[in-house]
């Protein structure tokens, strides 16, 4: 069964203190690695998409990067709006189950000013 | 649309009633998946549809859920019977492949009491 483990759960930060989130899989083959963010009351907004160890994304602030057995989400010196749920999800290649993305519990990231 | 629109927003049913949810895809996706989001942000897939047919109902109950894509229609997910443990916020997401980013709704929460 595929599992997906965020580390850690909540995490505090000042503004411009950098700092990096775990995800740690398990999948019997990987299609890929999705980083999503997820403000309250609103549905995950997509980040980015990891396919093979040794890749990275980066997008403003945020920097994705993919090994065999985790990803991580570096945050360099955050803002206020970054504060959000820090999603991430693995999608499986083919075997019974085709395109569903397991999810791990999420990272609560707060930035205070 | 650009977006995925989940409707109602909010919708209140007592023990034993009926519950239907809507989702209108992104114009231009062809595949659609249903996710149960119950407690700390714990995904849980429901099914996935291509276009009008069901691509992976795996991780549906049989039971008391059904779910149709239908050509020109938003999609629906019906819950007949509703229980307690049905509470939960229900999202919706499209995509233009199975195995591409998934853009979720902002969800429809669904209360039971």
């Known amino acids: 069964e595929d599992q997906v483990t965020q580390s850690p759960e909540a995490l505090r930060l000042q503004e411009g203190e950098s700092s990096s989130l775990n995800c740690s899989y398990t999948?019997?083959?990987?299609?890929?690695l999705f980083w999503y963010r997820q403000d309250p009351g609103k549905g995950p907004e997509f980040l980015f998409t990891?396919?093979?160890a040794g890749e990275e994304k980066e997008k403003e602030r945020l920097k994705a990067t993919l090994t065999k057995k985790e990803s991580f989400l570096h945050i360099t010196a955050p803002k206020p709006e970054d504060s959000a749920t820090y999603l991430c999800?693995?999608?499986?290649?083919?075997?019974?189950?085709?395109?569903?993305?397991?999810f791990g519990q999420g990272t609560i990231l707060t930035v205070h000013p | 649309g650009e977006e995925v629109a989940q409707t109602p927003k909010h919708l209140v049913r007592g023990e034993g009633q009926k519950a239907k949810l809507y989702c209108a895809p992104i114009?231009?996706?062809?595949?659609v998946f249903w996710y149960q989001q119950v407690l700390k942000n714990e995904f849980k897939f429901l099914i996935s549809?291509?276009?009008?047919?069901?691509?992976?109902e795996t991780g549906m109950p049989k039971e008391r859920f059904s779910a149709k894509c239908l050509p020109n229609s938003p999609c629906s997910l019906e819950i007949q019977a509703t229980k307690l443990e049905d509470s939960a916020v229900y999202f919706c997401?499209?995509?233009?492949?199975?195995?591409?980013?998934?853009?979720f709704g902002d969800g429809t929460r669904l209360s039971i009491l």
């Open positions: 997401a499209s995509s233009q492949m199975w195995n591409q980013p998934q853009h």
């Open positions: 999948v019997s083959g990987l299609r890929g």
């Open positions: 990891l396919y093979s």
């Open positions: 999800a693995v999608q499986a290649d083919g075997g019974t189950s085709y395109g569903k993305l397991t």
């Open positions: 114009k231009g996706h062809s595949y």
């Open positions: 549809f291509q276009n009008e047919n069901v691509f992976d």
